[in-house]
């Protein structure tokens, strides 16, 4: 069932529906909003107004201008202007667990290491790789999310690329030292 004829059916009542959109679009949401926000508890309060928003607003989703998914991030991304927080390190040690293993140990500080690089970017640049890559977002529909044209979003992923190799570039060479 595509998210317009679920959509449809929500407005309708259908509160499986609702769930099913729901469910279909929570992750992306709550990721793009924690890439925002820098912090889990605000990420979860902006995915939570986000669905609250899409249940009093659904009759302004036109699918002929986007997908769902576009317009639920640029949702997102509205109400974290609305809504600045401030960077919390206490948050971000929570967001992630332990899982005991040396191996794993190894692989999540690599994974803090990049996450820590891409919360270092700018704004702009980290919200752009956050939607292109990690969302996996068209340039248009990230553009669109954005509210800037294709060829910005280019230029924001060149530069935000170009700084991350060199952030990461100590981690690339302890990789090939030490495979895992």
Known sequence: ???SDLLQRSAEGDEGAFEALYQRHRDAVYRFAWVITKSPADAEDVAQECFLTLSRKAADFDPRRAQLRTWLLGI???????KRSVDSPHAMAEAW???GMETALIREQIGETVRRAVLE??????LAIALFEFEELSLSETA???GIAPNAVKARLHRGREMLKKSLAPLR???RKNPL
């Not at 997102?76 to 609305?82: A, F, I, K, P």
Request: net charge negative; proline share 4%.
């Open 76 to 82: 997102v991304r509205n109400l974290c202007q609305r």
């Open 121 to 126: 970017l700018p704004e702009s640049q980290r």
């Open 173 to 175: 060479l302890h990789e």
């Open 144 to 146: 669109e999310v954005l």
């Open 1 to 3: 069932m595509t998210d």
């Open 97 to 99: 667990e332990d899982y």
